[in-house]
């Protein structure tokens, strides 16, 4: 997806996050900070969108370590945020090649239809 779609995959998303449920807590994302993923996830699938969100959703959960996880509410932890998308995206890789996406897109304009 181009960047206005990955924007809105990554707040669909985000949206259970940012209102404080499921893992990790509210995003605690500011300024420029998503245009900055955005940018940083050219070539990324929606499906490697997930994969990255879920990673950068462990962040504050990895930080507390096995005890501490144990006793924390999920209100007790600390928003997700850049340094969390971060380390996500050096874990988590585009699952396809931009050379062959270009190939791709060079034979749909000389041979298929659009």
């Known amino acids: 997806p181009g960047p206005e779609a990955r924007s809105a995959v990554l707040r669909q998303l985000l949206h259970s996050q940012a209102t404080g449920g499921g893992p990790g807590g509210a995003v605690g994302l500011k300024g ?9 996830t050219e070539g990324y699938s929606a499906s490697d969108l997930t994969a990255m969100c879920k990673e950068a959703a ?5 930080e507390l370590g096995p005890a501490a996880l144990a006793r924390v509410s999920a209100s007790g932890l ?9 380390h996500a ?3 988590i890789k585009p699952s396809t090649d931009m050379t062959a996406l ?4 060079a034979w749909t304009a000389s041979f298929g239809s659009q």
Do not use: E, Q, W
């Open 32 to 40: 420029d900070d998503m245009g900055k993923i955005v940018r940083a």
């Open 58 to 62: 462990m962040g504050p959960l990895r």
């Open 78 to 86: 600390r928003p997700i945020n850049l340094s969390d998308f971060n």
């Open 89 to 91: 995206l050096g874990v």
């Open 102 to 105: 270009k190939a791709y897109d």
